[in-house]
């Protein structure tokens, strides 16, 4: 069973860049039909899509936030990685990484972190 | 912008059957939308309990189970129990790599 875990700074503030980097274990990043989601979820709100990375490096990003959103992947080390540009306190979420079967469902997920926004 | 909606919140009593929707502000889900179903607990990460309309995941009970009803996509929990109380999220797949949350449902089982 492939495990997920995120890991990243605890707090960032506005206008500056909240990265995010996802570990996975159990299974390679280069498997075929895996795609490796971030998810969000705002406090005491529901869950959002940010958007999803291929391990060829092919992203798709949620339109809303698809110009802060960039995702990258490192094969070498199972990772794959989150930045979210000019963050304002809206932005303060549990972020989730996530594997998706070909986009279609989630099917493993971290446990997420708590990234508040603030000065 | 596509919506997905779902009911804010439900009730159904121990033992009790209750039908969770899941649809789209316009138009209508079909299993071409691929419709999932998570659960989440106060604190914890959401779980997969459906994926694909109607299959469920591994280790979920047989009592929750998926459907495409009407213009919705629908989780059916029969015999409900009392840790089932919980916050019920769908997905739809809207094609070109684009997924979308609803806004889930806040089950109450008392």
Redesign the interface.
């Known amino acids: 069973q492939v495990q997920l875990q995120e890991s990243g700074p605890g707090l960032v503030k506005p206008s500056q860049t909240l990265s995010l980097t996802c570990t996975v274990s159990g299974g390679s990043i280069s498997s075929d039909g895996s795609y490796w989601s971030w998810i969000r979820q705002h406090p005491g709100k529901g869950l959002e899509w940010i958007g999803y990375i291929y391990y060829s490096g092919s992203t798709y990003y949620n339109p809303s936030l698809k110009s802060r959103v960039t995702m990258s992947v490192d094969t070498s080390k199972n990772q794959f990685s989150l930045k979210l540009s000019s963050v304002t306190a809206a932005d303060t979420a549990v972020y989730y990484c996530a594997r998706s079967r070909s986009q279609y469902y989630f099917d493993s997920w971290g446990q997420g972190t708590l990234v508040p926004v603030s000065s | 912008?596509t919506v997905v909606t779902q009911e804010p919140s439900f009730s159904v009593s121990p033992g009790g059957t209750v039908t969770l929707t899941c649809g789209l502000s316009s138009g209508s889900v079909s299993t071409n939308n691929?419709p999932?179903w998570?659960q989440?607990t106060p604190g914890q990460?959401?779980?997969?309990l459906i994926?694909?309309t109607n299959t469920r995941?591994s280790g979920v009970p047989g009592r929750f189970s998926g459907s495409v009803l009407g213009n919705n996509a629908a989780l059916t929990i029969t015999g409900a129990q009392a840790d089932d109380e919980s916050?019920y999220?769908c997905?739809l797949?809207m094609g070109?790599?684009?997924?979308?949350?609803?806004?889930?449902t806040k089950l109450t089982v008392l």
């Open positions: 912008q691929y999932s998570y989440q990460a959401p779980r997969t994926y694909s995941s916050d999220y997905v797949y070109r790599g684009i997924s979308v949350f609803g806004g889930g």
